[in-house]
């Protein structure tokens, strides 16, 4: 498949660019790369708009099967931009308003679309970067990545989602200590506790999580993220009501082509080839 390289904050292939992303896809894999190296590619307002804006792109673009995150440099993010807020001075209210707006938007459309998404987290994931990563699907760490909360150090309350996943994925004790201690977990702890899935040589990050990327965009897309869909809502429903949004999950997967694929794949022993649909 040709590479395209996104250079625009409308869900067309502008020529207008990104300032602080960079958005390729290849081989039905998007990779969103954080571009604020000299910030640690810290997230300001500009910088959570144009992810909202990516986000879009990656539901809407059925080209689109699977995406990866990263940062360039040497940091996946480092958070928020806090030297930006200290100018905002008495509008910094508003400012952090308009930001959480644009990032919790792109959080939600990245947890909610199909395409499953991976971050690939080089360096160090602090405070909504750390965030960030607890929010895909997969996560694939360097060995030198370092992970904290950060927020309370600067006097702040978590936001980026972490409230919601963090501790559904290491559990409420240990989540209340990452928020209130601010404790900085190495590669090895994040993936003991649960926070990441697997670690890599940090010049392999990237490709390793492209790798996993491709592998998965060749799988049953809708699929995907139907079940995403459903671990999301185990959160706040009982026992029947999950079951039964199961039921509807599978019977539409069931009539669907890759639910049709993988049946008769299966009885025929053969690989399935799926479509994403």
């Not at 649960?194 to 799988?219: C, F, M, Q, T």
Request: hydrophobic share 45%.
């Amino acid at each position: 498949m040709v590479l395209t390289i996104i250079r625009g904050l409308d869900l067309t292939r502008s020529t207008k660019a990104l300032n602080n992303l960079e958005l390729s896809v290849k081989n039905n894999v998007a990779v969103i790369t954080l571009n604020r190296p000299k910030a640690f590619n810290a997230l300001d307002k500009e910088t959570s708009f144009e992810l909202m804006k990516v986000s879009i792109r990656c539901h809407e673009d059925p080209e689109i099967r699977a995406a990866v995150i990263t940062g360039s440099g040497k940091a996946f993010c480092a958070g928020g931009d806090l030297p930006g807020f200290a100018t905002a001075g008495d509008q910094v209210s508003s400012a952090m308003l308009e930001m959480t707006t644009y990032l919790h938007g792109a959080i939600s459309r990245f947890a909610r679309m199909s395409p499953p998404l991976v971050s690939a987290v080089n360096g160090v994931a602090a405070g909504a970067g750390m965030s960030l990563a607890c929010s895909t699907d997969l996560a694939i760490a360097g060995e030198s990545a370092k992970f904290t909360m950060a927020y309370t150090k600067a006097g702040l309350t978590p936001d980026g989602s972490s409230t919601f996943f963090l501790a559904r994925l290491v559990g409420l004790r240990r989540a209340q200590e990452l928020v209130l201690t601010n404790r900085v977990l190495s590669a090895e702890e994040a993936l003991d506790w649960g926070l990441i899935n697997r670690i890599v040589p940090d010049a392999e990050v990237l490709s390793s999580s492209v790798k996993l990327a491709e592998d998965l965009a060749l799988g049953p897309t809708e699929a995907f993220g139907s079940a995403k869909r459903l671990l999301l809502a185990s959160a706040g429903d009982d026992l029947e009501a999950q079951m039964e949004r199961e039921t509807r999950a599978i019977a539409n997967a069931a009539k669907g082509p890759d639910g049709k694929e993988g049946i008769a794949a299966f009885v025929a022993k053969r690989s399935p080839e799926f479509v994403g649909r």
